[in-house]
């Protein structure tokens, strides 16, 4: 009775409080954490440097995507998410292209458009919700990257039903048990109606993409189109579909919540917002986005959000036979992984580890195996390029172009705590800032 309650009180925690969960566990028993996922195996996670290194350059053979998987109902098995071994090789040799460094310089202004047009639409005084700023950003880079779609009404439709698809998705749908329970019937039919809905649109995209041709076209459904495996085939319509769906999850939210944060941190100690303003301000009122990307103050800022607000809470890979990860032997079906959290919060890598200090990053590079927000070894975020140049080019765009500051009763808050929000972590209360006013030069 005592074992059943307390996993479920477990189960509840790591629903409110990932994080704090994980670093309670790690000091009440030390690193690794071990713990049973219901369904699956035994869990093993490390928040040390030397398990970053084990893991992202383990086996690959013997590792496997960790299920039951949050983001599978939402993505479907097709996507480079939730696929293994020699096609997931595959699968990512053929995605490659469109994340190269070159393409997504090309996304610069678009990125820098869509942060301008959010200010514009503000007026001096009124409270600015930094996800929604994030969200609404993202999704309209995102949308013009894969879709090429300039024409607004269609990029705003994807933006709208994108949205909606991940409005009250539950990672809950992920349990049989949940997905089974009569009750529940109503969040499952939901969700096949949103993602039905969803894929209409990107089946038309891509049916009008292949009426006219994806010659001189450089948006990642024309890449994908005309992409071909080393045998001559190419992407069947539903990993065309389930690959277009991660893209456009995978590639905004993740994006947003970082840029809140750091939005965030910066007007919570106003010195910080004020460094940054002065290190943009010689690019004049539109900063060249190659420019912004290339500011190093800039730079330590967003990784310093994500250092400290990791979006992905466990790096998981699982075993489908045995191998000794950290010390502890594991066997087929357990699951080894690196908490982000708590190795971006390790004391004896990152001193005063809770403290927003972009300074960290402009005195020091941190090792691969230190720094972790986005992954590692074969499976590192393909997005990353993207994720890392869309955060400075949106961040230095805002704050070149506008003024905020955080209430005093806010600033004297504690920082929100992480919990899950769709498929990332996010914050536990909504984070807003005050509009002052466009900068006058
Ligand atoms: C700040 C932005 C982002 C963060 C922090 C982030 C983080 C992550 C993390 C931690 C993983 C798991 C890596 C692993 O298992 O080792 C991942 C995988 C992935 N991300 Fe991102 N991501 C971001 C942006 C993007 C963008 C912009 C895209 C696409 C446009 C994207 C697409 C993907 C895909 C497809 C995978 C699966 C890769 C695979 O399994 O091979 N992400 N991301």
């Not at 191998?323 to 004391?347: E, I």
Request: glycine share 8%; charged share 25%; proline share 7%.
């Amino acid at each position: 009775m005592v074992k059943v309650m307390r996993a479920a009180l477990n189960v509840a925690t790591v629903a409110s409080d990932p994080e704090g969960f994980l670093r309670r566990q790690k000091d009440l028993f030390g690193d690794p954490v071990v713990v049973r996922v219901p369904g699956s195996g035994r869990m093993v996670i490390s928040g040390k440097p030397e398990a970053a290194r084990e893991l992202f350059s383990g086996p690959l053979e013997l590792f496997a995507v960790a299920r039951p998987n949050m983001v599978e109902p939402l993505l479907g098995p097709g996507s480079l998410i939730m696929i293994d071994g020699e096609a997931h090789r595959r699968e990512r040799r053929l995605l490659a292209p469109a994340f190269h460094g070159e393409r997504i310089r090309g996304y610069g202004e678009t990125m820098r458009a869509a942060t301008v047009a959010q200010v514009a639409g503000w007026q001096a005084g009124q409270t600015v919700d930094l996800l929604e700023f994030g969200q609404q950003v993202t999704l309209r880079v995102i949308v013009r990257a894969i879709f090429g779609v300039a024409d607004e009404t269609r990029g705003a439709r994807f933006a709208a039903a994108t949205a909606k698809l991940l409005h009250g998705y539950s990672a809950k749908l992920v349990m049989p048990a949940y997905r089974n329970t009569v009750g529940r019937l109503g969040a499952v039919s939901r969700l096949r109606a949103r993602l039905a809905e969803f894929d209409a649109l990107l089946t038309t995209e891509i049916e009008q993409r292949r009426a006219s041709g994806v010659e001189g076209r450089e948006d990642i459904l024309s890449l994908l189109l005309s992409a071909r495996y080393e045998d001559g085939s190419g992407l069947s319509d539903g990993e065309l579909l389930d690959e277009l769906r991660t893209m456009v999850v995978a590639g905004h939210e993740t994006t947003a919540t970082t840029l809140a944060w750091a939005l965030y941190h910066l007007h919570r100690e106003p010195d910080l917002a004020a460094r940054l303003a002065d290190e943009l301000a010689p690019l004049g009122d539109h900063p060249d986005p190659a420019d912004l990307a290339a500011q190093p103050y800039l730079g330590a800022v967003c990784q310093e959000a994500l250092r400290l607000h990791p979006v992905v809470p466990i790096v998981a890979r699982q075993l489908v036979g045995p191998w000794r990860y950290q010390g502890v032997d594991l066997v087929a079906g357990d699951t080894a992984a690196v908490a982000p959290s708590l190795l971006h919060r390790n004391p004896e890598v990152w001193p005063e580890p809770f403290v927003f200090r972009p300074d960290r990053f402009v005195e020091r590079k941190p090792k691969p195996t230190e720094y972790v927000p986005f992954g590692g070894g074969n499976r590192r975020c393909i997005g990353a390029t993207f994720g890392e140049y869309e955060l400075r080019v949106v961040l230095g765009s805002v704050i070149a172009a506008a003024r905020f500051s955080m209430p005093a009763d806010d600033r004297a808050r504690a920082v929100p705590r992480a919990r899950p929000t769709n498929i990332t972590l996010g914050p536990n209360r909504a984070l807003a800032l005050r509009f002052d006013g466009v900068v006058s030069r």
